[in-house]
């Protein structure tokens, strides 16, 4: 099963994406990486142009039928049997985001996006598997474990 781990910038994708891939043994595929192994895209400052459509019939080529956790902002747009939407007050966003180095007009960007559910709206219109975990006041082992708990149970939650 392919697992599409989303969000906004500094919602916590890579940190709960590793961990969940290490819980469930099975790979961790960031997709800036991957791209960037494949070829595919464009490097224009610190940020990675890539046309979907290209990256999504790599992704399907490469891991269709395997176990994966995809990493990434674009993860919900990719060929994915369940997505996971991280979300995370968008002051906490603002904060991380902050520490990264983010421009005032990134930081401004990604803190709106958040707070008019950009990612979640997306993933809902391209797949009918789609949970929403807010990460407020959870450690990253928490929310980990509520994705595996949901996964175990066989996912009957939806959002929208
Ligand atoms: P992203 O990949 O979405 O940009 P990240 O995983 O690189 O985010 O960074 C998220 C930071 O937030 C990281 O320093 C860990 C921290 N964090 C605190 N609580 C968290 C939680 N409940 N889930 C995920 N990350 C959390």
Redesign the pocket.
Known sequence: MIIAIT???????????RKLAEKLGCKYVNLRDFALEKGIGEVKGDELEVEVDELAYFVEKEFKGKNVVL?G?LSHLMPADLVIV?R?HPKTIAE?LKERGYSKDKIGENVEAELVDVILIEALDEHENVIEVD?TG???E??VNEILNLINSGIKRRVG
């Open positions: 969000g906004t910038p500094g919602v916590g994708k890579t940190t709960v994406a990493d902002h991280l995370a991380r990460t959870k450690t990253p928490e929310v």
